[in-house]
């Protein structure tokens, strides 16, 4: 227990020294150059977003944001199982679906953006470049994980006589969700960075990319830098809360 709550400290240390020095290079930096429209000190930035979460609107945007990403997200997770699991049933499908995955996951995400805003409202551009970059990552893994279930489960399963649905809850489930869970990991981050660069380029109201959009045009750089905080914070804190839910997941696992 002792050992345990060392590494924890040492860990929270090397941390905090890897923050302080890249804080300090960041102020060096502003320092030298000495112009704060092009790089603000960190004191100013920490003021800006002082005033920013302090602002009247804030907890608006940051819900509304939110919500098209966590909208995009699910959505791309579903549509990328569903279609991993349809294709697993058919050759035919697979081979009319898996080409067009590619596609998607190989163009650029800006060009997506530009041609969404052509055919839908500004407001439902975050959500559909969300799910448009999460489908492709969960389709890969879930069709992975389907293709690497043990045939001999599947033969005990299928000596048993298990009906579908046990063999889908007993086997295939337990197979697929680790490759799941590490596609929705890296999906999280990706859709929360897509969705912000989506509201960046659409401007929908009372979004985060909106408002990272008007401080670079207003030549608010300590405000972009404060957006641009908050929006690492929330990304790190996504991650952090995948890795806490994945980790639960596998505790009964390991019980059982």
Known sequence: MISIMRQSKYKYLIGLSVLLFWLAIWAAAALK??????????????????????????FKVIATSLLRVLGGFVSGCLTGVLLAVLCSLSGALNALIYPAVRIISSIPVTSFIILIMLWIPYTYVPVFIAALLVTPIVFGNVSTGIKETDQSLLEVAKMYRFTRGKTLKYVYIPSVLPYFFSSALTALGLAWKAGIAAEVLALPK???????????????????????????????MFEKLMQHFMKKQKKPEAAS
């Open 33 to 58: 150059v000495n112009q704060e429209l092009l790089i603000p000190s960190p004191w100013v930035v920490a003021r800006h977003l002082y005033n920013i979460v302090r602002g009247p609107e804030f």
């Open 206 to 236: 009372k979004a985060i990319g909106a408002n990272m959009y008007y401080s670079k045009l207003y030549l608010e750089t300590a405000d972009l830098f404060a957006w641009t905080v908050i929006v690492i914070l929330f990304s790190f």
